[in-house]
């Protein structure tokens, strides 16, 4: 399956570079629907990378009340909140909190689509990864023959 994630995370950087070209937006950053791809049989877990990234970006919204975040170290911040929440809910192990690479690459999924829900906004950045994970999905069963199932 790792195998199957590295593509789907390649096809996924083609995606959303098709994506900013064409049409000026990012697919929900630059990983996310080609991780989500591979996780999306598991819609609690799809589910949950969307309810951190969401939290994140409240937690976010909280603290740039009492400090400047913006640029970078917004980035920073989401990448940082948004894993130390994933991080968080996988140690409490409640059956639903493990993707496809969540003990290492999946933890800075929530935080990275955090930030891009903060500049293009959340249902605008929910509907273009759910649409870019679906289209990366039909291409992996189409690459693989079918070896990766709808």
Same mark, same amino acid.
């Given at each position: &399956?790792?195998?199957?994630?590295?593509?789907?995370?390649a096809i996924g950087l083609l995606i959303n570079l098709l994506s900013v070209d064409l049409?000026?937006?990012?697919l929900g950053g630059f990983v996310v629907p080609g991780y989500l791809a591979v996780g $999306?049989?598991?819609?609690?877990?799809?589910?949950?990378?969307?309810?951190?990234?969401?939290?994140t970006v409240l937690i976010v919204k909280a603290l740039s009340n009492i400090m400047i975040?913006?640029?970078?170290?917004?980035?920073? &911040?989401?990448?940082?909140?948004?894993?130390?929440?994933?991080? &968080?809910?996988?140690?409490?192990?409640?059956?639903?909190?493990?993707?496809? /690479?969540?003990?290492?690459?999946?933890? $800075?999924?929530?935080?990275?689509? +955090?930030?891009? &829900?903060?500049?293009?906004?959340? $249902? $605008? @950045?929910?509907?273009?990864?759910?649409?870019?994970?679906?289209?990366?999905?039909?291409?992996?069963?189409?690459? @693989? /023959? /079918? +070896?990766?199932?709808?």
């Amino acid at each position: &399956m790792e195998g199957i994630l590295y593509l789907s995370i390649a096809i996924g950087l083609l995606i959303n570079l098709l994506s900013v070209d064409l049409f000026g937006v990012l697919l929900g950053g630059f990983v996310v629907p080609g991780y989500l791809a591979v996780g $999306i049989t598991k819609p609690l877990y799809v589910g949950q990378v969307f309810v951190l990234a969401i939290v994140t970006v409240l937690i976010v919204k909280a603290l740039s009340n009492i400090m400047i975040i913006y640029g970078r170290k917004m980035l920073v &911040m989401s990448v940082l909140i948004g894993y130390l929440l994933n991080w &968080m809910l996988y140690s409490l192990d409640l059956g639903f909190g493990r993707g496809p /690479g969540t003990e290492y690459f999946g933890m $800075i999924i929530p935080g990275l689509m +955090a930030y891009w &829900m903060q500049r293009q906004g959340v $249902i $605008i @950045t929910f509907a273009l990864s759910v649409i870019g994970a679906i289209i990366i999905r039909l291409i992996l069963v189409v690459i @693989t /023959g /079918g +070896a990766v199932a709808l």
